[in-house]
């Protein structure tokens, strides 16, 4: 019984030094060009100076989110911005050619997504609750959870290998209440990087200075100067941490940080792929407080 305790041990003692001293390699997978970033865009800069590995996938060209704009000539720009976005934040961002506005769960997409997963060798995935006023990003994240459980099995989409680990799988906020509100049952503070996330968002111009202003009718609004408008785009992007993030943000960290957190991103647990200890989110998110 002792020798097998001892053995039990130093199989943990092995695995968290393995894990502490291994790159982490984190999958956010949006809807559109724009999705990851705003979801996830403060983490994946403090993982990416951290030295991990973080890929921003969209699931979609977004050939058809603007007003005066389409098609092929959007889908082009809209690649270009997300490259650049990728640069400013330090991650790698790939663009599949899908339809925007026509994104469906089909089997190709689910293979698709197996083998960014599988080809990233991922730690972890993020993506859109199922819950959310977008189709795509409805679809997207059915997509992602059909894929969860098969990144592991070999004789699916068998080119790429399977891994063999499940990822942790998790989704990303929202403010959506039905069916289930959203659970932090992470949460990042991103205050200090704030800055550097509404940064990398910028690049996404024909979006956050064109698109979504005229959707909301304050075109007018938005500045003509870089400066200007990386400080429009930061309050406007801005929310306050719920009082159930900032609970959460006391379990990660500490009362204080939790008191002072002005920018948060906060991530749910997914049923579906690994099922974390406290201790492994502490090792996948080295970010956290101690």
């Known amino acids: 019984m002792r020798t097998t305790i001892i053995l039990l041990l130093s199989f943990f003692f092995v695995f968290a030094t393995h894990a502490q001293n291994t790159k982490i390699n984190v999958v956010v997978i949006g809807a559109h060009p724009d999705d990851a970033d705003v979801d996830v865009g403060g983490t994946a800069y403090q993982f990416a100076q951290m030295g991990h590995n973080v890929l921003f996938v969209s699931l979609t060209n977004g050939d058809a989110g603007h ?73 997207t994240a059915i997509a992602v959870q059909d894929a969860a459980f098969l990144v592991t099995v070999p004789n699916v989409a068998p080119d790429v290998p399977a891994l063999k680990m499940n990822p942790v799988f998790l989704y990303s906020h929202d403010n959506f209440q039905k069916p289930n509100p959203f659970q932090p049952d992470i949460a990042v503070d991103i205050s200090a990087v704030y800055d550097k996330k509404v940064y990398g968002m910028a690049a996404h111009e024909s979006q956050f200075f064109e698109w979504l202003p005229w959707l909301n009718g304050i075109l007018d609004d938005v500045p003509g100067n870089e400066q200007d408008r990386l400080e429009w785009l930061g309050k406007m992007r801005l929310n306050a941490p719920s009082p159930a993030m900032r609970k959460s943000l006391e379990k990660w960290y500490d009362t204080e940080t939790a008191e002072k957190a002005t920018a948060v991103e906060a991530f749910e647990i997914c049923q579906f792929g690994r099922h974390p200890s406290d201790e492994d989110i502490r090792i996948l998110f080295p970010m956290l407080g101690k």
């Open 67 to 139: 007003f005066n704009k389409g098609g092929g000539a959007l889908a082009k720009i809209r690649i270009k911005e997300a490259e650049e976005a990728g640069k400013r934040i330090g991650v790698t961002y790939k663009v599949l050619d899908n339809h925007d506005a026509e994104l469906m769960p089909t089997l190709k997409l689910r293979h698709d997504i197996i083998r960014i997963i599988r080809n990233w060798n991922a730690d972890v995935v993020i993506t859109h609750r199922p819950y959310d006023y977008h189709p795509d990003h409805r679809n």
